[in-house]
């Protein structure tokens, strides 16, 4: 008898195990479009040159190796508020925003999570369907229940406003509402900044908070055009969480670099919630790792780094933007029966192609080329190398 016998084998995880998948298969000319990191055309998850920079300067002046705040970097917090929120309005909230470091944005939902199970009325978050697949994941195991609001219409390939709005209008007071801020994931598709006007109005009315999931800053359009949702939504009054990440925006991926800021909307409840999320946390992983969130402080605070960031984000959103135009252009070219074009119009690196599960199976099995079974393609993976025969799989397979 094993002391394990009780243990059952966990499904694989949908997204994950296809990196293992492909790290398995034999095929030199396999392709990879499932995972959510950013390449450049050589197929190469790059080290930004402002990084290496941060961290020259840190090998430099480190001086210890001692823990953090539970809470992290009082700097960190400031230059994250700032980058959220806007300089001016993070000034406004400071009193009513407790911001912690977190381990990515995935430990910031967590954390997050943890703190609604333990603390506020609520047992039930609500996802956008469809959302990213870890979501449900995250705070099912914090013992929350999850429900999903109408988002996207897969007919047209392109967020269904009108379904959102009404989706939105019917959540309970009190329940949390997980939107994402911005280059949804996995669809691609994103709502106007009036539009998000419009959401902050209906919070408000019906009671129900606000959740903001910000992994993409600055993927979409800019740094701050890509942060409306989470500037309105707090300038309106209204509390809110925000998950920051920055492994795609500084390709600190490996680093686990992120910030949970939450924005009380009352001073007097700022010190009750802080220490709430302390506990959080303290029962979690104690404290945040140093080094990650020290690059971040590291360039946000220098100015002619950040300007140099700035510059390095916009060649990343410019490459993705322009390999969705190149792969709509060459399907095109080539023939495909199906029109492509509503690629163009979504942000961000993921996309959802509206192929079928059995369509993603067979470029799978038959083409050595990996996507989520949803058909969500992180174009990102598409280079100058792999887009013919991309198109060409796909051209047998659809026709």
Same mark, same amino acid.
């Given at each position: 008898?094993?002391?394990?016998?009780?243990?059952?084998?966990?499904?694989?995880?949908?997204?994950?195990?296809?990196?293992?998948?492909?790290?398995?298969?034999?095929?030199?000319?396999?392709?990879?479009?499932?995972?959510?990191?950013?390449?450049?055309?050589?197929?190469?998850?790059?080290?930004?040159?402002?990084?290496?920079?941060?961290?020259?300067?840190?090998?430099?002046?480190?001086?210890?190796?001692?823990?953090?705040?539970?809470?992290?970097?009082?700097?960190?917090?400031?230059?994250?508020?700032?980058?959220?929120?806007?300089?001016?309005?993070?000034?406004?909230?400071?009193?009513?925003?407790?911001?912690?470091?977190?381990?990515?944005?995935?430990?910031?939902?967590?954390? =997050? @999570?943890?703190? $609604? *199970? #333990?603390?506020?009325?609520?047992?039930? %978050?609500?996802? /956008?369907?469809?959302?990213?697949?870890?979501?449900?994941?995250?705070?099912?195991?914090?013992?929350?229940?999850?429900?999903?609001?109408?988002?996207?219409?897969?007919?047209?390939?392109?967020?269904?406003?009108?379904?959102?709005?009404?989706?939105?209008?019917?959540?309970?007071?009190?329940?949390?509402?997980?939107?994402?801020?911005?280059?949804?994931?996995?669809?691609?598709?994103?709502?106007?900044?009036?539009?998000?006007?419009?959401?902050?109005?209906?919070?408000?009315?019906?009671?129900?908070?606000?959740?903001?999931?910000?992994?993409?800053?600055?993927?979409?359009?800019?740094?701050?055009?890509?942060?409306? =949702? @989470?500037?309105? $939504? *707090? #300038?309106?009054?209204?509390?809110?969480? %925000?998950?920051? /990440?920055?492994?795609?925006?500084?390709?600190?991926?490996?680093?686990?670099?992120?910030?949970?800021?939450?924005?009380?909307?009352?001073?007097?409840?700022?010190?009750?919630?802080?220490?709430?999320?302390?506990?959080?946390?303290?029962?979690?992983?104690?404290?945040?790792?140093?080094?990650?969130?020290?690059?971040?402080?590291?360039?946000?605070?220098?100015?002619?780094?950040?300007?140099?960031?700035?510059?390095?984000?916009?060649?990343?959103?410019?490459?993705?933007?322009?390999?969705?135009?190149?792969?709509?252009?060459?399907?095109?070219?080539?023939?495909?029966?199906?029109?492509?074009?509503?690629?163009?119009?979504?942000?961000?690196?993921?996309?959802?192609?509206?192929?079928?599960?059995?369509?993603?199976?067979?470029?799978?099995?038959?083409?050595?080329?990996?996507?989520?079974?949803?058909?969500?393609?992180?174009?990102?993976?598409?280079?100058?190398?792999?887009?013919?025969?991309?198109?060409?799989?796909?051209?047998?397979?659809?026709?």
């Amino acid at each position: 008898m094993s002391y394990f016998d009780s243990v059952s084998l966990a499904p694989a995880d949908p997204i994950l195990s296809l990196t293992e998948a492909f790290k398995a298969d034999a095929n030199p000319d396999k392709i990879n479009l499932s995972v959510g990191v950013f390449v450049d055309d050589n197929g190469v998850t790059p080290v930004l040159d402002t990084v290496k920079e941060a961290e020259t300067r840190l090998l430099t002046n480190s001086k210890t190796k001692s823990y953090l705040p539970i809470t992290g970097s009082p700097e960190y917090a400031r230059l994250t508020q700032n980058l959220c929120f806007g300089s001016e309005l993070a000034k406004q909230l400071r009193d009513q925003t407790v911001s912690l470091q977190t381990p990515g944005g995935t430990g910031a939902l967590r954390v =997050a @999570a943890d703190f $609604i *199970a #333990k603390n506020l009325d609520t047992k039930t %978050v609500w996802l /956008s369907n469809p959302t990213w697949a870890n979501h449900g994941g995250i705070f099912g195991s914090a013992g929350l229940q999850t429900e999903s609001y109408t988002y996207f219409d897969n007919a047209s390939l392109s967020l269904d406003y009108a379904a959102f709005i009404d989706a939105i209008s019917k959540i309970p007071a009190g329940d949390v509402v997980v939107l994402h801020g911005c280059c949804h994931n996995p669809t691609g598709a994103d709502l106007e900044p009036e539009q998000w006007e419009e959401v902050a109005k209906i919070a408000a009315s019906k009671g129900w908070i606000p959740l903001v999931d910000f992994a993409y800053q600055g993927f979409g359009i800019d740094i701050d055009t890509d942060a409306a =949702a @989470a500037r309105i $939504i *707090a #300038k309106s009054g209204l509390p809110v969480f %925000v998950c920051q /990440s920055f492994s795609k925006n500084l390709g600190l991926y490996q680093d686990r670099v992120g910030a949970l800021h939450v924005v009380t909307g009352d001073s007097a409840a700022t010190e009750k919630v802080a220490s709430q999320l302390k506990v959080s946390v303290r029962t979690n992983y104690s404290n945040p790792p140093a080094h990650g969130g020290g690059i971040v402080t590291t360039i946000l605070s220098d100015e002619t780094l950040t300007a140099k960031w700035h510059q390095e984000v916009a060649a990343m959103r410019g490459r993705i933007a322009g390999v969705r135009q190149q792969f709509v252009d060459a399907l095109k070219a080539a023939g495909v029966s199906r029109d492509f074009s509503f690629l163009i119009k979504q942000k961000g690196m993921f996309s959802f192609t509206g192929l079928t599960k059995e369509q993603a199976m067979e470029l799978r099995e038959k083409h050595a080329i990996y996507i989520v079974n949803s058909g969500r393609i992180n174009v990102a993976g598409i280079t100058s190398a792999n887009l013919e025969r991309l198109v060409a799989s796909l051209k047998s397979i659809i026709g």
